[in-house]
């Protein structure tokens, strides 16, 4: 390896400063921790590359707040008091003062039945959009503590710390209100076994696929969970299985989902071995959930009690994100279980068509077999059909008729594809040796006409001059070379007087 030469020749290797920089910036580590961090691994800090690159990041933002990106804070938030939050403890925390109204980004002292609007709060048992983890919903109360005062659709932190409720309003709100905040308990609880999930779904892939795997983003709610994660091949169906029966392992155990708050950085990395998440910024003191002694994570969401609440964790697809990034998703809980009741039913009705009780190999074994049969059976057709058009031929050579001294033979058939009615047209074409060919055909519902000239006439007729009056009288259009020409038309029923009048039309073509 080219650091163990650099080692060996007595040189440090530096980690670039802006590169330490973006380590800072992206997983929100302390600088002392990443200096630390590097030391232990040999490698020199540039203190002076960091600095530079945390000044430029500063100018960056400064620069884009005074251009009123959308991306900067919006005034009406960045005033406000931090939102406490209760919700690790309480599903209903009662008595919060409303600090803030806002409607359409804009503050407002108040707002009015069936508006649309946010509320910010002193207090709050609501969980905000954070760590991949999505915000609660619920319903504000009065100070009476039931009449029901707006509906809250999800929460989020337009800036950090100010939890801003997203509301549909029942009864008007003002500033200065006092309301109780009650968090929806199934959609949190759903959304707890998702995330506790998530976090045995991250250290079951650390044990299968190896130590490589690190976190590249998450997405919790009530429904599902969906992990992505550093790795760069597509993970199979067996290793997929092997991971389920981990997690699913760790469930039945029941292990104890413990929290740890306040906990030093450098503790919760170094020794309680808590992986740090990308895109997450983390202060000097950190919350680490821990779980029996098979996962420990900085995080600051909600989760259960215990893994027994989870349920049973079912994977239901594994994807690509971006190159070396891949993507699993998962349910939980009730979403687990009506995933079975759907799959139970496909069973059912799958056993019922092809009989007996069919398991996934057999009934892939039958399904392919039944394939080939199927396409064994439309070659076979096809063969037969162009056999029985074919057997004709001589029949129907003989039925031409002669226009002004050229041969002109008209068909209808049926049951031929395009492919097969060019095959008729030049074989009859050839049978007639020197003439004009149209054939035509209804194939649900739809006219096709094709038109062929033998070379020695094309002087005097062209196929595509003909096609080109056969197809107004089928309702279509066409055209071609003056060999070979077709149409398509949508008047099924003037196909046979159409084919009748051919002759007629060829004649008006020739001098
Ligand atoms: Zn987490």
């Known amino acids: 390896m080219e650091l163990e030469n650099l080692r060996?020749?007595?040189?440090?290797?530096?980690?670039?400063?802006?590169?330490?920089?973006?380590?800072?910036?992206?997983?929100?580590?302390p600088k002392d921790f990443i200096e630390e961090a590097l030391h232990d691994d040999g490698f020199d800090f540039d203190e002076a590359g960091f600095e530079r690159a945390k000044e430029e990041e500063q100018q960056r933002a400064r620069a884009s707040?005074?251009?009123?990106?959308?991306?900067?804070?919006?005034?009406?938030?960045?005033?406000?008091?931090?939102?406490?939050?209760?919700?690790?403890?309480?599903?209903r925390v009662d008595?919060?003062?409303?600090?803030?109204?806002?409607?359409?980004?804009?503050?407002?002292?108040?707002?009015?039945?069936?508006?649309?609007?946010?509320?910010?709060?002193?207090?709050?048992?609501?969980?905000?959009?954070?760590?991949?983890?999505?915000?609660?919903?619920?319903?504000?109360?009065?100070?009476?503590?039931?009449?029901?005062?707006?509906?809250?659709?999800?929460?989020?932190?337009?800036?950090?710390?100010?939890?801003?409720?997203?509301?549909?309003?029942?009864?008007?709100?003002?500033?200065?209100?006092?309301?109780?905040?009650?968090?929806?308990?199934?959609?949190?609880?759903?959304?707890?076994?998702?995330?506790?999930?998530?976090?045995?779904l991250h250290a079951a892939l650390r044990e299968v696929l190896g130590k490589h795997v690190k976190q590249a983003g998450s997405l919790v709610n009530q429904n599902r969970l969906r992990f992505d994660f550093s790795h760069f091949t597509g993970v199979s169906e067996q290793e997929m299985q092997e991971i389920e029966d981990i997690v699913n392992r760790q469930v039945l155990a029941n292990a104890h989902v413990e929290t740890l708050v306040d906990v030093p950085i450098d503790v919760?990395?170094?020794?309680?071995?808590?992986?740090?998440?990308?895109?997450?910024?983390?202060?000097?003191r950190v919350r680490v959930v821990r779980i029996g002694d098979f996962s420990t994570e900085l995080c600051g969401g909600t989760h259960t009690r215990a893994t027994g609440e989870i349920g049973l964790i079912k994977l239901v697809g594994e994807s690509?994100?971006?190159?070396?990034?891949?993507?699993?998703?998962?349910?939980?809980?009730?979403?687990?279980?009506?995933?079975?009741?759907?799959?139970?039913?496909?069973?059912?009705?799958?056993?019922?068509l092809v009989g007996g009780s069919a398991n996934a190999d057999s009934l892939r074994l039958r399904l392919a077999a039944q394939d080939d049969e199927v396409k064994k059976l439309r070659r076979e057709l096809d063969q037969a059909r162009m056999k029985a058009a074919s057997s004709t031929v001589d029949e129907v050579a003989e039925s031409a008729v002669t226009v002004k001294g050229v041969k002109v033979l008209t068909q209808r058939v049926s049951g031929l594809d395009k492919g097969q009615m060019r095959t008729l047209v030049d074989t009859l074409r050839t049978k007639l040796g020197s003439g004009v060919v149209v054939l035509g055909a209804e194939v649900?519902?739809?006219?096709?006409?094709?038109?062929?000239?033998?070379?020695?006439?094309?002087?005097?007729?062209?196929?595509?001059?003909?096609?080109?009056?056969?197809?107004?009288?089928?309702?279509?259009?066409g055209g071609g070379r003056p060999d070979l020409a077709e149409a398509g038309g949508s008047d099924a029923a003037a196909l046979t007087p159409t084919l009748a009048r051919a002759a007629e039309v060829v004649g008006t073509l020739l001098p």
């Not at 330490?20 to 929100?28: A, D, H, L, S």
């Not at 707040?65 to 599903?91: D, I």
């Not at 003062?97 to 709060?121: C, F, H, N, T, Y």
């Open 95 to 200: 008595g919060a003062r409303v600090l803030a109204l806002v409607k359409d980004g804009v503050g407002v002292p108040s707002l009015q039945p069936e508006e649309e609007g946010e509320v910010i709060l002193d207090a709050t048992a609501f969980y905000a959009d954070s760590g991949g983890q999505q915000g609660d919903i619920g319903l504000l109360y009065a100070s009476d503590h039931h009449t029901p005062l707006a509906e809250v659709r999800g929460v989020t932190k337009p800036v950090q710390g100010v939890f801003a409720h997203k509301v549909l309003v029942l009864q008007a709100i003002a500033v200065g209100d006092e309301v109780d905040t009650a968090v929806n308990h199934e959609n949190r609880a759903a959304t707890e076994r998702n995330h506790t999930g998530t976090h045995l």
């Open 444 to 477: 649900e519902g739809k006219v096709s006409l094709i038109a062929a000239v033998t070379k020695d006439l094309t002087g005097t007729i062209q196929a595509g001059k003909l096609i080109g009056l056969l197809a107004p009288m089928v309702g279509g259009k």
């Open 65 to 91: 707040w005074k251009g009123g990106s959308q991306k900067s804070a919006n005034p009406v938030y960045s005033e406000l008091p931090k939102t406490e939050f209760e919700g690790y403890s309480a599903l």
């Open 320 to 352: 690509s994100v971006s190159s070396g990034v891949r993507r699993l998703e998962a349910l939980s809980g009730t979403g687990a279980l009506q995933e079975f009741r759907r799959d139970y039913d496909v069973t059912r009705v799958v056993n019922q």
């Open 8 to 29: 060996r020749r007595g040189i440090t290797p530096i980690l670039p400063g802006d590169a330490c920089f973006r380590i800072f910036e992206t997983f929100g580590l």
């Open 268 to 284: 919760a990395v170094k020794e309680l071995g808590a992986m740090a998440l990308f895109g997450e910024k983390y202060g000097e």
